[in-house]
Structure formats: structure tokens, C-alpha cells
């Protein structure tokens, strides 16, 4: 049953900007959500990994203990990272529904900001076999999260106008 949540996540996830997926993800809990980032990250860690168990001291080291190092020295900073900047992203992302005046909260932000990263990450995991992938790629990755971000605000309906009444 999970891996069915999963998959329809996933696949909901590189539909973005689609209305109908991100209202789909929108229902999805923040659980998930998070979750779902792991495995991502996980994904993106496979050609860090295989190249470090193909070269240098991972190829020499016991695979258990390799596998230790790799998660405290690689996998936790990665994770750590990545929430972060999905974290400053969402908050950046309320200042521009303020600006906007639209419809949403921050953990909504953190939620959708999440799932934009599959396909960048997806991206980088395919390319990173075959070329060493620098800071450009960061910067064109923060971009587009960015931008797609707005584009996702701007989907949101604005907020009503409060009247106020004098006594």
C-alpha cells in the first residue's frame, strides 16, 4: 500500500507545474513527504557511492564499514543540506505569497518545494554517471526551484480582502 503512495507521489512530482498534481500533492502528509525525500536522496547518492567504491579508499575499505562511513560522511551532510535549503526556500516562498497575496502556508511551501527537486535530482543522479557535476549545476538547479516555485505560488487563488468595520 505505501509503495503505491510512493510511486503516485513520484509521478505526481514530474507532473509539477500541473494544477491537478500539485492539489494531488497537496493532500499528500507531510510524512510522506519527507520520506519520500530519503529515498530521493538515496537515489542521488548511488553514483557518489559507486564511484567511491570503484576508486579510492571505499574499494579497499570492508564494505560494512564503507557503507558506515559513507552514510555518516556523505548521506547525513547531503540530507541535512538538502532540508535546509528546502527550508530557506519555503521561507522565501512565504515572502512571496505575502507579496502576492495568495493563499498559502509555509509547510505547503516546504511540501511543494520538495517535490520539485525530483526531476533536478533525478537530472543530476543520470548525468553525475557520466560527467563530474560542478556548482553550475547547483546554481541552474536553485533556479529552477526557485522559478518553479513562483509558478506554483501563483496557481494559489489571492486572499479576500478583510473589511473593516469601525465602532
Given at each position: ?6 510511486l503516485r507521489t513520484f509521478l505526481n512530482s514530474i507532473k509539477l507545474p500541473n494544477k491537478q498534481a500539485m ?27 559507486t564511484n567511491q567504491l570503484t576508486t579510492g579508499a571505499g574499494a579497499q575499505m570492508n564494505l560494512l564499514f ?96 478583510r473589511k473593516q468595520e469601525f465602532y
Open positions: 500500500m505505501k509503495r503505491v503512495i510512493f492539489f494531488k500533492l497537496n493532500r499528500v502528509g507531510m510524512d510522506i513527504t519527507v520520506v519520500y525525500m530519503f529515498i530521493l536522496l538515496l537515489i542521488v547518492s548511488i553514483p557518489s557511492i564503507f557503507l558506515i562511513y559513507f552514510l555518516i560522511f556523505n548521506y547525513l551532510p547531503l540530507t541535512m543540506i538538502v532540508f535546509l535549503f528546502l527550508t530557506l526556500m519555503a521561507y522565501i516562498g512565504t515572502g512571496i505569497t505575502k507579496l502576492l497575496r495568495r493563499k498559502v502556508r509555509f509547510p505547503m511551501l516546504w511540501k511543494l518545494t520538495a517535490y520539485i527537486t525530483t526531476i533536478p535530482f533525478l537530472l543530476y543522479t543520470a548525468l553525475a554517471f557520466f560527467f563530474a557535476i560542478g556548482d553550475v549545476f547547483a546554481a541552474l538547479f536553485s533556479l529552477y526551484t526557485f522559478l518553479f516555485l513562483i509558478k506554483l505560488i501563483t496557481i494559489y487563488p489571492k486572499r479576500k480582502k
